[in-house]
């Protein structure tokens, strides 16, 4: 008989699971957590919303939500690799076209350059554009000898353009300022009118090829505008160098004075200053800047830049692969020093041995040729695949070549995105 306060001899069973509890389901290991709407996942959706979740499930047998999330990934990296190919192939076709057309760049090709003596010398310039005068009958003598491409505007009396007859430029004293006066510079005008000399001079238009000017031989009373080269000195010399109260002949004269190169933001002020620097490159006009125009510089400074980056992507894939065939290729694959050689040791008490257990672990003694044989890991990744596919995949990796001693396969199936 028990005493009170004592345990009794009797063993007695403690309180078991009943019926009600015996029916819950076991707590899934993985609990499936809402995806939070990273941009990632916004953009997949947008990208996809013509493929509603009811037609992936009724059409795409994909009942899922986690099945269709990871399709509408999958659609939206297919459209990043569309729009990075599309971006690809419009810098290399369709930039130049953009931002240097052909007309562009034939024109630049096209230029006589001042100076260029390359081919028999005898070439002028009159209101920009070449004229060979080598066989010219000159009808006027001059004193001197033009160089290759000099701008002889100056030298004939040129009709004043329409350009500069608007209404705009009417208190403009350079707009129709004669400048065939005996104090321009050149005693006049002795070559008389552009078009009548052109003519009897026998004076051959080169194709309407332009005089090209590089910025070191804008002199001065030469400035550009626009990338039109013009020559003012007639008109300089004319008046004097003494500008009157405009705001035209303010903006020449500190062109002139203060060696102002590029004058174009001067002739951007207003409406009536754009109308000028029409009629002044009509009047003047020299020639042309032989240099590249921004957009033309800028496609050819993208593809210098492309080919270097490109370049060095395939000198270093070479020369990494040339080092790793030379240099690191034989030690990963050596054989290692038979001291250094440790045997394979597993566990004999494994369901998969056949074996009995024993207390401690067993040796398994290897031949020769698999004692040599390196350890090697090969990792397969899976996302939203099916049974058949992955059963293809541990079916190729369990028929290699590769030793079955030294060949573990794991095959971890999170269950939290399931394939078709």
């Not at 608007?166 to 707009?175: C, D, G, I, Q, T």
Request: glycine fraction near 8%; proline fraction near 6%.
């Amino acid at each position: 008989m028990a005493i009170r306060g004592e345990r009794g001899g009797t063993l007695r069973r403690n309180r078991t699971l009943v019926r009600t509890e015996r029916g819950q389901a076991a707590t899934p290991m993985i609990k499936k957590e809402k995806r939070k709407l990273t941009p990632w996942v916004v953009y997949s959706k947008i990208i996809t919303f013509w493929a509603p979740g009811f037609l992936l499930a009724k059409l795409g047998k994909m009942p899922d939500p986690g099945m269709q999330q990871a399709w509408r990934e999958k659609i939206a990296l297919v459209s990043l690799i569309v729009l990075i190919c599309g971006a690809v192939v419009y810098l290399t076709i369709f930039l130049p076209m953009t931002f240097c057309p052909q007309s562009v760049a034939k024109f630049q090709s096209n230029i006589f350059e001042l100076g260029d003596k390359s081919g028999d010398g005898n070439v002028i310039g009159i209101k920009g554009k070449a004229y060979s005068t080598a066989q010219a009958k000159w009808q006027s003598k001059l004193d001197f000898t033009p160089i290759p491409g000099q701008d002889m505007t100056p030298y004939f009396s040129v009709p004043m353009p329409k350009s500069c007859t608007s209404s705009k430029l009417k208190n403009f004293r350079a707009a129709q300022f004669d400048v065939c006066k005996p104090n321009n510079g050149n005693n006049g005008c002795p070559l008389g009118d552009v078009d009548k000399a052109i003519k009897d001079n026998n004076f051959k238009a080169m194709d309407k090829r332009p005089i090209g000017y590089d910025w070191s031989d804008v002199k001065p009373g030469f400035f550009v505008i626009n990338g039109h080269v013009l020559n003012l000195t007639p008109y300089l010399l004319t008046v004097n160098k003494s500008p009157s109260q405009d705001m035209l002949d303010e903006a020449i004269f500190a062109a002139a004075n203060n060696s102002l190169v590029d004058a174009s933001l001067l002739f951007q002020r207003t409406s009536s200053m754009k109308a000028a620097a029409d009629c002044l490159i009509d009047r003047f006009l020299a020639g042309e800047l032989a240099k590249d125009t921004p957009g033309c510089f800028a496609v050819n400074l993208f593809n210098y830049a492309a080919l270097a980056v490109i370049g060095g992507i395939v000198l270093t894939r070479f020369f990494m692969a040339v080092i790793f065939q030379y240099f690191l290729s034989w030690q990963l694959v050596r054989r290692p020093p038979r001291s250094k050689v440790r045997p394979l040791s597993y566990n004999a008490a494994a369901p998969w041995n056949g074996k009995k257990p024993q207390t401690g672990g067993a040796t398994a003694n290897l031949g020769k040729g698999e004692d040599d044989e390196l350890f090697t890991v090969m990792l397969v990744t899976c996302y939203s695949e099916g049974e058949d596919s992955i059963r293809g995949t541990c079916d190729s990796l369990c028929n290699t070549d590769f030793s079955d001693a030294r060949k573990v396969l794991f095959i971890v199936a999170d269950g939290i995105i399931t394939g078709s």
